[in-house]
């Protein structure tokens, strides 16, 4: 049986690469995962989780093609909210491959300062989606400024 810890990242490091695993711990760079995707070398670069990268440009594309839509529906309830939530996510899949597959590396300096990014937007993203949800009760219009915050 597994017992979790606040604080302790080691089980869920140990099964999947997340960009925080390099980060937290006695020894960050000790906790290696178990089960993680093949590196591809391209003109002698080499990348991490290639799958990650190819899911993510298909979450782009996909996000993008959102946005466009959601802007072209001129009446629909909460427009201006949920393209705000999509520009969250987008920007989320663009922190997502530079973090993840090395594209800024591991033992950068700069390397925390992404992933408190990466954790910051996601973070926003949750909190943002929430409060979307109280859009439809008409608590404040629509659009405006305060239902933007």
């Known amino acids: 049986m597994v017992s979790f810890e606040f604080g302790n990242y080691d089980f869920f490091c140990t099964k999947v690469q997340?960009?925080?695993?390099?980060?937290?711990g006695k020894n960050p760079f000790a906790i290696k995962p178990e089960c993680y995707a093949r590196n591809i070398e391209l003109n002698?670069?080499?990348?991490?989780?290639?799958a990650t990268i190819i899911a993510d440009i298909?979450?782009?594309?996909?996000?993008?093609?959102?946005?466009?839509h959601v802007s072209t529906k001129y009446t629909a309830v909460g427009?201006?909210?949920m393209s705000m939530v999509f520009y969250l996510y987008l920007f989320l899949c663009l922190l997502d491959i530079l973090t993840i597959s090395d594209f800024v590396p591991f033992t950068s300096s700069v390397y925390p300062y992404f992933?408190?990014?990466?954790?910051?937007?996601t973070s926003a993203m949750v909190w943002c989606l929430?409060?979307?949800?109280?859009?439809?009760?008409?608590w404040a219009e629509d659009g405006t400024f305060s239902s933007l915050l």
């Open 18 to 24: 997340m960009a925080v695993c390099l980060l937290v």
């Open 44 to 50: 002698g670069l080499l990348v991490f989780q290639a």
């Open 58 to 68: 298909i979450a782009i594309i996909m996000t993008i093609i959102m946005i466009w």
């Open 79 to 81: 427009r201006k909210e």
């Open 115 to 121: 992933v408190a990014g990466y954790l910051a937007l």
């Open 130 to 138: 929430m409060l979307n949800g109280f859009v439809g009760f008409q």
